[in-house]
């Protein structure tokens, strides 16, 4: 009773200022009118402003203690013994006159100690028949958990932890010291700085599958991924171009265990990357990336078999700043050239793809790819596909994406494929590679 008194109490006293007049007050005549003005809002501002301080003790009175009867009269109870700045774990400071609530308290400290974690789902859905590469027709082909984090002023530390339907796969999993003069570098398991696709992670792809050149000889999804160390430094160049070099020595393990694209017989038997990239904007809309890859390594067939990547990339971007906000359009392609020593005699092999893709509007993506790529070890075989995509992004935690795939393996296999993607994303995950 003493509550809906007190509300009502302060109904009475703000209710003449709000509703005393049905039209609009005339305008003052002079300063000494608007001062009055200004005096009297000061008024009411103080006068509510005390009013909430009484109602907030009057509802802190009447809350009756856990498994306790409520009592009427019963004195407000005792501060907490911490601090004012410093709440319980998970409350909120009670504001004073004019002063907004602060939430988390102790628990927003704690977190700064915990990495951030994100997962994202990838869910894929086929139609179709495909007898030389078989997938099933639904599947959650990969839920990938993240874990990124500051590990001291000099370094920052990145886990990507592979899950899928058969097994746990650490994807990625590295320390980047970012405070070396000049250079950065970085130890783990990572994916190798080969070309575009090979180190990017399948939700960033802006397809379902990978290209076949990708495929057929940098050894798919996996590709060159392998434990090792990089070191990457910014060359100097003219005034409005970027010189990137990075150079990385791995294991030598790389690629799926039937068909591998590095094999280590021995602790001799590592691999080694390089990769030079180049960026430019042409104007305020649109820029260019170029890059060139190499890559070398042992196979299976022995310490005394290597084998040579070579590889080309160039990426042409347009996204208009002042308008059309909402279209844009993105080019990419990749030329990979492989030398594999084996017996009786060396396999060259020669593949690429090339893709453009448009935004039709805020949500909605088209985009095209075509694919032609011999296999490192029949050289003589080729295959060759086209790609139409449409993709929808219902926010920038989610994608819904479809995908008809036409592909003539050889001459003697052709599959036609339907695909169905659906990402998902929760936490807290970092921007990939640019």
Same mark, same amino acid.
């Given at each position: 009773m003493r509550q809906l008194t007190f509300i009502a109490a302060i109904t009475f006293l703000v209710s003449p200022h709000l509703f005393a007049q049905q039209s609009p007050p005339p305008p003052p005549n002079s300063s000494?009118?608007?001062?009055?003005?200004?005096?009297?809002?000061?008024?009411?501002?103080?006068?509510?402003? @005390?009013?909430?301080?009484?109602?907030?003790?009057?509802q802190s009175a009447q809350a009756p203690a856990a498994g306790a009867p409520a009592q009427a009269d019963a004195p407000p109870p005792a501060p907490p013994a911490v601090p004012p700045s410093v709440p319980? @774990?998970?409350?909120?400071?009670?504001?004073?006159?004019?002063?907004?609530?602060?939430?988390?308290?102790?628990?927003?400290?704690?977190?700064?100690?915990?990495?951030? !974690?994100? !997962?994202?789902?990838?869910?894929?859905?086929?139609?179709?028949?495909?007898?030389?590469?078989?997938?099933?027709?639904?599947?959650?082909?990969?839920?990938?958990?993240?874990?990124? @984090?500051?590990? &001291?002023?000099?370094?920052?530390?990145?886990?990507?932890?592979?899950?899928?339907?058969?097994?746990?796969?650490?994807?990625?999993?590295?320390?980047?010291?970012?405070?070396?003069?000049?250079?950065?570098?970085?130890?783990?398991?990572?994916?190798?700085?080969?070309?575009?696709?090979?180190?990017?992670?399948?939700?960033t792809l802006p397809w379902v599958d990978r290209p076949l050149v990708i495929d057929n000889l940098l050894g798919?999804? &996996?590709?060159?991924?392998?434990?090792?160390?990089?070191?990457?430094?910014?060359?100097?160049a003219p005034k409005g171009l970027f010189l990137e070099a990075t150079g990385q020595v791995f294991r030598g393990d790389s690629g799926q265990d039937e068909a591998p694209v590095f094999r280590a017989s021995r602790n001799s038997d590592v691999s080694a990357v390089a990769h030079l990239r180049s960026y430019a904007d042409l104007n305020e809309s649109t820029n260019f990336d170029f890059g060139l890859s190499y890559a070398r390594g042992h196979n299976e067939q022995g310490s005394d078999f290597v084998t040579h990547l070579y590889g080309l990339d160039g990426t042409l971007r347009w996204k208009p700043l002042r308008r059309s906000i909402y279209h844009s359009f993105l080019f990419r392609t990749e030329l990979i050239w492989s030398?594999?020593?084996?017996?009786?005699?060396?396999?060259?092999?020669?593949?690429?793809?090339?893709?453009?893709?448009?935004?039709?509007?805020?949500?909605?993506?088209?985009?095209?790819?075509?694919?032609?790529?011999?296999?490192?070890?029949? @050289?003589?075989? !080729?295959?060759?596909?086209?790609?139409?995509?449409?993709?929808?992004?219902?926010?920038?935690?989610?994608? !819904?994406?479809?995908?008809?795939r036409l592909t003539d393996y050889n001459h003697s296999v052709t599959a036609n494929e339907l695909l169905l993607q659906l990402l998902f994303s929760l936490g807290a995950h970092g921007a990939h590679p640019f």
């Open positions: 000494e009118d608007v001062a009055a003005l200004r005096q009297r809002v000061s008024d009411l501002e103080q006068r509510i402003a @005390a009013l909430e301080q009484q109602l907030r003790m009057l319980p @774990a998970g409350e909120a400071t009670q504001p004073t006159a004019g002063q907004l609530p602060t939430y988390g308290g102790a628990s927003s400290s704690a977190k700064a100690l915990n990495p951030d !974690i994100s !997962i994202i789902g990838d869910f894929i859905g086929k139609a179709g028949g495909n007898s030389v590469q078989p997938t099933r027709s639904l599947e959650m082909h990969e839920s990938e958990v993240g874990l990124q @984090a500051i590990v &001291d002023p000099y370094a920052r530390g990145d886990f990507f932890i592979s899950f899928g339907e058969t097994g746990v796969d650490l994807e990625e999993g590295y320390i980047t010291f970012t405070a070396l003069p000049g250079f950065t570098a970085r130890a783990g398991k990572m994916r190798a700085a080969f070309g575009k696709v090979n180190a990017t992670h399948n939700h798919g999804e &996996d590709g060159i991924s392998d434990a090792g160390v990089s070191l990457s430094r910014i060359i100097p030398q594999r020593q084996e017996l009786p005699a060396l396999q060259r092999a020669f593949g690429f793809y090339t893709s453009a893709d448009y935004q039709l509007g805020r949500r909605w993506f088209l985009g095209g790819r075509y694919d032609w790529s011999e296999r490192s070890r029949e @050289a003589d075989v !080729i295959d060759r596909g086209g790609s139409l995509i449409l993709s929808y992004w219902p926010s920038e935690f989610s994608q !819904i994406r479809g995908q008809y």
